[in-house]
Nanobody
Framework: QVQLVESGGGLVQPGGSLRLSCAASTSIFSLYDMLWYRQAPGKQRELVAA???????NYVDSVKGRFTISRDNAKNTVYLQMNSLKPEDTAVYYC?????????????WGQGTQVTVSS
């Protein structure tokens, strides 16, 4: 079982920045693809950004150029740097870790961290 602990959320004004962190309790963190999702009130959870174990990144169109996902395998941590924040970025942000083996798929979630963008 892998524990994921997010931190870094909070209240920020439009145009501001936040950096989310997600620390994983596994010695094989480097084998996981890591993803950030978000869920706003009354909306479905959506994929925001992903980084593969090889370091390839992808973003939803609405955050391209504003958000950056990165990972530090030595610290078992994935980050989401969020710049130029907008009120529509307000949501609970969740960290997700996935990997596949020949025997099974592994899929773990964090508890979420609230991001509120408001003046």
């Amino acid at each position: 079982q892998v524990q994921l602990v997010e931190s870094g959320g909070g209240l920020v004004q439009p145009g501001g920045s936040l950096r989310l962190s997600c620390a994983a309790s596994t010695s094989i963190f480097s084998l996981y693809d890591m993803l950030w999702y978000r869920q706003a009130p009354g909306k479905q959870r959506e994929l925001v950004a992903a980084i593969t174990r090889g370091g390839n990144t992808n973003y939803v169109d609405s955050v391209k150029g504003r958000f950056t996902i990165s990972r530090d395998n030595a610290k078992n941590t994935v980050y989401l740097q969020m710049n130029s924040l907008k009120p529509e970025d307000t949501a609970v942000y969740y960290c997700n870790a996935v990997r596949s083996s020949s025997l099974r798929n592994y899929n773990y979630w964090g508890q979420g961290t609230q991001v509120t963008v408001s003046s």
